[in-house]
């Protein structure tokens, strides 16, 4: 099977680059920019991606490569830093731009190229650079540029080294897919045999063949990722699997229901449900900084998690959980040597260690090879409904980091009945499978406000709703007035506590999806 390596020298959307591959049937993966050489070569690449990343080529400190992977005969595609390090290891020259270039900028061809074969002789790139390429090595040709940028793209077909100094795998770049697909299929001869027909099949003839007799404990968030995991295993081995969830009152109305619901009525397994949310607020009394909260509920859900563990593991059990290859390769992971993974935009509580006093047979992931998209596809060969299929992203605080300041049971409550109301309205007019994400936030403000003949001084509830193809970037969603003042009207007469109203109309970037 032919393979793409994308190396990862700190960007924000290496996982995208993969996935963009992916998408064209071809397997791609993921390692550190500090792999070695000799591993590279044994894996028999048929094309290499640098990604792009947040450092200068300049900083020593930043992460470079040698140049002897310039020479291994394979094409090589550099993207963003990706191109400015290709550019820097074979003698031309990375300024500081006059101009620094972010967003969609217009970029021209100036010769045909197979890189840009089908791509107009003008269309539109996204563009996220400090630095660029002022000129280019020996040997290169320049075959597109922009307004600020001379070399947005050159290349070397004979030695078939090509660089981009903009972001193909967003999708904000107009013939993205379409320079990406050139390269994989044109320039590398990647022949499409990835297919994940045979994928659950194979995961439940795996996982039979390696528990036995045994038993299998797995950490349920209620999640896609989990709980595509749990139907995997659970059609492997029935009630051997263990599932215990964690309910830290974070989860939006009715959620922690639904999921215990579903998994005691779909799934052949034990299911174990931990409601815990008092003790949850309790530890997050008095806290206002979005990085301690984020920490203290992923310390306190560790905790509860492994507390209820101990009883259960006995040390004759597989520990089991949704892992996904991002959370392999997410923020700080990329990196071996700790000097530069990904950027660290904010903190996760993916991959917990197990504590040492708790043992297990051995870990069970079998979704850690897959996307996001790509365990969705299970889900479905899995007949699991697709309400939980297609669930939004959800993020592992729940609603912690949707509340703007000190987390309290009261504005849970008023966030949690906001919230219940714009999807249940989102859902009546079939709004919601034009959104990909949607939800309330508690913004902490307060607003002066008249009801009836009375002054009133409540709490500011502020709608965000996106659309996106791949999270990386993403536009604020422009949903009907009609729908926005139903909405609107119903959560202030209908949720005690609130009389205002606000809509988010900022896109990623430069704000993040979430609030915090």
Aim: aromatic fraction near 10%; include cysteine; charge should be negative.
């Amino acid at each position: 099977m032919d393979k793409i390596l994308v190396l990862d020298f700190g960007g924000q959307y290496n996982q995208l680059i993969a996935r963009r591959v992916r998408a064209l049937n071809v397997y791609a993966e993921i390692l550190p920019y500090t792999t070695e050489i000799s591993e590279i070569k044994k894996n028999n690449y048929k094309g290499i991606i640098f990604t792009g990343g947040p450092n200068s080529v300049f900083d020593t400190s930043s992460p470079h490569y040698s140049k002897d992977i310039l020479e291994l005969g394979v094409p090589v595609l550099g993207i963003c830093y990706g191109c400015q390090l290709m550019a820097w290891l074979l003698g031309g020259e990375v300024r500081t731009a006059p101009v620094s270039e972010y967003g969609k900028i217009t970029l021209v061809k100036d010769k045909n190229s197979i890189l840009l074969e089908d791509v107009k002789s003008e269309s539109t790139v996204w563009m996220s650079h400090t630095d660029y390429v002022s000129k280019v090595p020996k040997g290169f040709d320049i075959t597109a540029h922009t307004e600020n940028c001379p070399c947005a793209v050159f290349e070397n077909p004979e030695n078939r080294l090509y660089s981009l100094q903009f972001h193909p795998e967003v999708t904000h770049t107009e013939f993205g897919n379409t320079i990406i697909s050139n390269f994989v299929k044109k320039i590398c001869l990647c022949s499409s045999e990835w297919q994940m027909d045979n994928f659950v099949e194979s995961k439940i003839s795996e996982i039979r063949k390696l528990v036995g007799d045994k038993k299998v404990i797995l950490g349920l968030s209620g999640g896609v990722d989990s709980s595509v995991a749990a139907a995997i295993i659970s059609r492997a081995i029935g009630k051997q699997l263990t599932c215990v969830f964690v309910d830290h009152g974070l989860m939006r109305k009715g959620e922690g229901d639904f999921v215990e619901k579903t998994f005691s009525q779909l799934f052949d397994m034990n299911f174990v449900r931990i409601n815990c949310g008092e003790h949850f607020l309790n530890q997050l009394k008095g806290i206002t900084d979005p990085e301690e909260k984020r920490k203290c509920i992923s310390r306190e859900f560790y905790n509860t998690f492994w507390n209820e563990i101990r009883e259960i593991a006995g040390g004759n059990a597989y520990f089991a959980q949704g892992t996904i290859y991002p959370d392999r390769i997410e923020s700080g992971h990329g990196a071996t040597d700790g000097k530069a993974g990904s950027a660290v935009i904010k903190t996760h509580h993916n991959m917990g260690k197990i504590p040492s006093d708790v043992n297990f047979l051995g870990i069970i992931e079998p979704l850690k090879d897959l996307f996001k998209d790509e365990v969705r596809i299970v889900g479905e060969q899995l007949n699991i409904p697709k309400d939980l299929v297609w669930r939004q992203p959800f993020p592992g605080p729940g609603l912690g980091v949707r509340i703007i300041g000190e987390i309290t049971a009261e504005k849970v409550r008023l966030l949690q009945d906001a919230d219940y109301i714009l999807r249940d309205e989102m859902f009546k007019n079939g709004y919601e499978k034009q959104l990909s994400q949607f939800f309330c936030v508690y913004t902490g403000s307060k607003a002066v406000g008249v009801m009836g003949d009375h002054r009133t001084y409540e709490n500011v509830i502020a709608i965000r709703a996106v659309t996106t193809d791949d999270f990386m970037t993403a536009d604020w969603a422009k949903i009907p007035y009609d729908i926005l003042t139903t909405v609107s009207n119903r959560i202030t007469n209908e949720v005690r506590g609130i009389n205002r109203i606000v809509y988010d109309i900022t896109s990623k970037p430069p704000a993040t999806v979430e609030w915090e």
